[in-house]
Each structure stands twice: as C-alpha cells, then as structure tokens.
C-alpha cells in the first residue's frame, strides 16, 4: 500500500498566526489527497480534497479562505491554518488512496494542532 | 450524504471478554471498510469488505457485511488490551475517491 508522511506531528502557535501542514506520499504519484479534521472522541471530517494542479474542492462549511491547500506535486499537498484562533485547535489528518477507495486509505500519522 | 452510524459509541469491557460493533445505515454502499485508530495517530485499514453476506476474519476479529450491504459489524473474541482504539468504519461517498466514515466505536479493553 501506499506510504504517507505527514509533518509535524504536533504544533502550538499563537493566536492570529499561520501555520503549515505538509502531507507527502513517499511511494506513489497521488493526483488526490484529502484532509480531515478530528475533535476528541470524534470520527474524521473531511474538510477538502485536494487535487494536483488544480484548485481543492472544500466540503460545505468549510471556509477556504481559512484553510488554504496547495497540491503542488504528485507526491506534496499542504494545508495552512491562516489566522489561527483556539477553536482551530484539532487533530488533521491527510490521506491518499492509492489504488482507488476499494483498497482502503493510508493515513497520514496526523498534526495536533493547539491555538494559544 | 450517507450516513454511517456506528453502536456502541463507547465500550469498556475486561480482557478475555467477547465484543460485536455495529455499523449501520439507510443507504446501500458498494463496499465497507473498518479502520481502527489509536490516539494520536492516523487509521489504519482492517478490512475492506465488498460482497453482500461476506465474512472475513482477521486473526480474533471477524467482519461481516450485510447482506443489502446498508450494515456490518465487527467482532473481536477474547478481546486483549492491544484491541483498544477507536475503531471506525467507512464507505463511498460519492465523488471521485471520496468516502465517508462512521460516527466511531471507543473501545477499551481493560487488564
């Protein structure tokens, strides 16, 4: 299956800042990514999908102007957080499918994310 | 938008103990699958089930797919404190690649 890097794991910034999270698939060429977002005790949210070369396509609610993805290559998309508040503070998590949604997702190991 | 309810939402049971998670819906999905999280990582693939009526075992888990494939259920015998995570199970959703995952199964096995 498909191997996902997803950096960091874990960042605290303060309130009005930005922050990046990078999403990497380090053995196959991903035109599709997705991101979601997880509160505790929650189940995953997809917040957008996000698509090489061309503009991600959000889920309803979910504002773009706030979470901006950028999916430069085959093996990079990026999600940043812009003017953090305490309520963005969650768990994101990336994935891509490497051989279509029969055979499953691989999860990237996640970002927590703490707004201060 | 389909809808993946998932019963228990919560689970605490002894080690040894036997256990069954539901996964239900209204809607009919092409195929199923289970994923089981531990905290502070991502999900990690069980199973994926197509069939109507399949069954699949995994070591002490066995998955079953109903058989309108709009349910499934996952049991786990003589569940061990490794068992513990959130397990979630998922489904097509509609547009490319996209899938939707279940409201989640907090188990706890305890010692």
């Known amino acids: 299956g498909a191997v996902v890097s997803q950096h960091p794991s874990w960042v605290i910034c303060k309130s009005g800042t930005s922050v990046k999270i990078e999403c990497r698939s380090l053995d196959f060429q991903a035109t599709t990514m997705f991101w979601y977002r997880q509160f505790p005790k929650q189940s995953l949210m997809l917040m957008a999908t996000?698509?090489?070369?061309?503009?991600?396509?959000?889920e309803q609610g979910v504002e773009k102007d706030k979470f901006l993805i950028n999916h430069a290559s085959l093996t990079l998309s990026t999600l940043t957080v812009t003017s953090a508040h305490p309520e963005d503070s969650s768990f994101y998590i990336c994935?891509?499918?490497?051989?279509?949604?029969?055979?499953?997702?691989?999860f990237g190991s996640g970002t927590r994310l703490t707004v201060v | 938008t389909q809808l993946l309810k998932q019963s228990p939402q919560f689970l605490s049971i002894q080690e040894g103990e036997n256990l069954t998670v539901y996964c239900n819906s209204s809607s009919v999905f092409s195929s199923l699958q289970w994923y089981r999280q531990e905290p502070g990582e991502g999900p990690v693939l069980l199973v994926t089930?197509?069939?109507?009526?399949e069954v699949k075992k995994l070591k002490r888990l066995t998955f079953q797919f109903g058989d309108a494939r709009k349910d499934s259920s996952l049991h786990i015998t003589a569940a061990q404190p490794g068992d513990t995570g959130l397990y979630l199970c998922?489904?097509?959703?509609?547009?490319?690649?996209?899938?939707?995952f279940g409201t989640g199964t907090k188990l706890q096995v305890i010692p």
């Open positions: 998922a489904g097509p959703s509609g547009g490319y690649q996209k899938v939707t």
């Open positions: 089930v197509v069939t109507g009526g």
């Open positions: 994935s891509l499918t490497g051989q279509g949604t029969y055979y499953g997702y691989t």
């Open positions: 996000s698509n090489e070369g061309s503009k991600a396509t959000y």
